[in-house]
């Protein structure tokens, strides 16, 4: 609460603050990138959690997820949520591409043309966008864009 007023941020304001939080050259990439993935899905939903849990307790890095997706768990239940989200982390970079079936996909069609990337099954972590192709990410992008359609 700033002011004394009782407030609530809207997530595009939430998204602003938290990127113009990180130090450059981080903030100046997580700018890029998020020109990027609004430029691939111009209309989508835009998500931006803290990283805390119901406790208030922080449990993972702050991210900005684009779009919208349900999420099917083995047990029936399902949860909506983000397709692709982006994450400041202690190194870099990271680039979650959610909905993906095939978790090595990624890894095989992407990896070794992304330049200095680690890739995961739905996780592309590097440390500034100087260091990789960026033509790669984005079609990774779109690619779990259309998977999760």
Not at 5 to 30: A, H, N, W
Not at 65 to 78: E, R
Not at 95 to 120: E, F, H, M, R, W
Request: with cysteine.
């Amino acid at each position: 609460m700033q002011g004394g007023g009782c407030f609530t941020l809207t997530v595009q304001e939430q998204i602003k603050e938290y990127i113009t939080s990180q130090p450059e050259p981080k903030r100046s990439d997580m700018q890029a990138l998020h020109r990027i993935i609004l430029q691939v899905m111009p209309a989508c939903k835009l998500w931006f959690l803290d990283g805390k849990n119901s406790e208030n307790i922080t449990v993972s890095n702050p991210n900005i997820g684009y779009g919208f997706h349900t999420i099917k768990y083995a047990d029936g239940k399902t949860r909506e949520f983000y397709q692709i989200g982006i994450s400041a982390n202690k190194t870099g970079i990271s680039v979650y591409i959610l909905g993906i079936k095939d978790n090595k996909y990624l890894t095989q069609t992407y990896g070794k043309k992304l330049g200095k990337a680690s890739v995961s099954g739905y996780c592309i972590k590097f440390k500034t966008l100087k260091d990789i192709n960026i033509d790669i990410l984005e079609a990774a992008i779109r690619y779990g864009v259309e998977a999760t359609r």
